[in-house]
């Protein structure tokens, strides 16, 4: 039954990241394709709800980001506010073209009376934050005039990571 799924998709999702590892860039509908994937298996194990809001218009095969940089913080945002918690939680994951930049908010919110005295999007001994920091700091350095910036904010019930993508939209993308 369910833990068949549950193997079946992880075996897919993992396949597909090791043969891609090695891939520096990605397109934006193939990342929110592997964003989807992880959430769904997560969804069998936490039970929370997903939405994600894209412009109808964006041409997101068109857009070029660093391979896997939302994962780390999809993964967090579930782990430290979903996890062992089954109350309506959900995770929400918007894309706004703001003039030439891309703007990318993924927000936990927790319905749990405490869920947020734990670690969201915060550092930890793990190594995703630190990593995506550190692809950030690479991109920049080789990409100057498309700068990548990502704010961590906690707020009451509700952790929110955005991630401002400078000069990453043109006429032509959307």
């Not at 068949?4 to 891939?23: E, M, S």
């Not at 860039?25 to 809001?53: C, H, P, T, W």
């Not at 062992?84 to 009376?113: A, E, F, R």
């Not at 100057?144 to 961590?152: A, E």
Request: aromatic residues 10%; glycine residues 6%; hydrophobic residues 40%.
């Amino acid at each position: 039954g369910e833990v068949k799924i549950y193997v079946a998709k992880l075996a897919l999702f993992l396949q597909d990241a090791f043969a891609n590892r090695a891939q520096v860039y990605i397109n934006l509908e193939r990342e929110m394709a592997k964003i989807r994937d992880f959430v769904s298996i997560q969804q069998l194990r936490f039970g929370f709800d997903f939405k994600e809001d894209l412009p109808e218009n964006l041409q997101a095969a068109n857009i070029d980001l660093p391979n896997g940089l939302f994962q780390p913080l999809v993964e967090n945002a579930i782990k430290y506010n979903f996890s062992g918690l089954h109350n309506q939680n959900s995770m929400h994951i918007n894309l706004v073209v703001d003039g030439s930049n891309l703007l990318i908010k993924i927000t936990g919110i927790c319905h749990s009376p405490g869920c947020l005295e734990q670690r969201a999007f915060r550092h930890s001994t793990g190594f995703g934050l630190t990593w995506v920091d550190k692809r950030i700091a690479i991109h920049n350095k080789m990409n100057p005039s498309k700068k990548i910036t990502l704010k961590l904010l906690l707020g009451t019930h509700q952790s929110e990571a955005l991630f401002t993508c400078y000069n990453h939209i043109n006429e032509t993308y959307v």
